[in-house]
């Protein structure tokens, strides 16, 4: 098998295993419940079966939580409250963000 050949695969799983690492799964959703996909398979959006941590992002289990197709968090309801680009977000209240990551809004305090 010549270098190149090996080389090639080798670079191939790494690329998979770097795409799968960064991937939510279903596995973070409650059975029996709802769960939608985006085309290339990624988790579009469920009910989280316990609270999730994403990001310092605490959301709440038993509640809905969104994501942009790029695996970033869009919506979900606060576990804790938190501050985030100097606003305080209220625990229990829904959080947003933007498809880049950056905060976009919440539930005052």
């Known amino acids: 098998m010549s270098m190149f050949k090996i ?5 191939i799983l790494v690329i998979f295993c770097v795409i799968e690492a960064n991937a939510i799964d279903q596995s973070i959703c409650s059975s029996g419940e709802k769960v939608a996909l985006y085309p290339n398979g990624s988790l579009k959006s469920c009910a989280l079966k316990e609270d999730f941590t994403l990001d310092e992002i605490k959301c709440k289990g038993q509640n809905p939580v969104t994501f942009h197709d790029n695996g970033r968090l869009e919506t979900c309801v606060l576990a ?4 985030i680009s100097g606003q305080k977000c209220k625990e229990f209240g829904l959080i947003s963000f933007f498809p880049d990551g950056k905060f976009r809004s919440c539930v005052k305090e």
């Open 80 to 83: 804790d409250s938190v501050t």
């Open 7 to 11: 080389i090639f695969g080798v670079l």
